[in-house]
């Protein structure tokens, strides 16, 4: 058997069980806010900050939780190693974007026309 096929462990049940938990706190964060809505805005955005922290703390520790973080790590270290274009080269580039828009607007205009042309020929309707 490879690693694959052989069986799960048992966190995946407590796993089910956070996520649970997750539910319920990030339920009791939106009634919380819509039952205390008298209460000062500031004090339930902060009691929802709270409980949504307290989810993603509790997410963390699932096996998805763990490897959404991993994931999220190598993206920043990707994009890091990403080499941004100057000033000079996104202003030239975005240049070029619109002068091949606005030809090919003209192109398909001019297509267009030409069609609407010949369908009208064909048929014998003239459309103002």
């Given at each position: 058997?490879?690693?694959?096929?052989?069986?799960?462990?048992?966190?995946?049940?407590?796993?089910?069980?956070?996520?649970?938990?997750?539910?319920?706190?990030?339920?009791?964060?939106?009634a919380?806010?819509?039952?205390?809505?008298?209460?000062?805005?500031?004090i339930?955005?902060?009691?929802?900050?709270?409980?949504?922290?307290?989810?993603?703390?509790?997410?963390?520790?699932?096996?998805?939780g763990?490897?959404?973080?991993?994931?999220?790590?190598?993206?920043?270290?990707?994009?890091?190693?990403?080499?941004?274009?100057?000033?000079?080269?996104?202003?030239?580039?975005?240049?070029?974007?619109?002068?091949?828009?606005?030809?090919?607007?003209?192109?398909?205009?001019?297509?267009?026309?030409?069609?609407?042309?010949?369908?009208?020929?064909?048929?014998?309707?003239?459309?103002?």
């Open positions: 058997m490879n690693a694959s096929t052989e069986e799960q462990p048992s966190s995946s049940s407590f796993d089910t069980l956070k996520w649970g938990v997750i539910f319920l706190l990030l339920a009791a964060a939106v919380g806010n819509y039952v205390y809505g008298e209460e000062s805005v500031l339930r955005a902060i009691a929802v900050v709270v409980l949504v922290g307290i989810a993603g703390l509790v997410a963390l520790q699932t096996e998805k763990r490897n959404a973080a991993i994931f999220a790590k190598e993206a920043r270290t990707e994009v890091r190693k990403v080499v941004w274009p100057t000033r000079q080269e996104a202003v030239q580039t975005t240049g070029i974007v619109l002068v091949v828009t606005l030809l090919m607007s003209v192109l398909l205009w001019g297509l267009d026309s030409v069609l609407f042309w010949l369908v009208g020929l064909v048929t014998g309707l003239k459309v103002l």
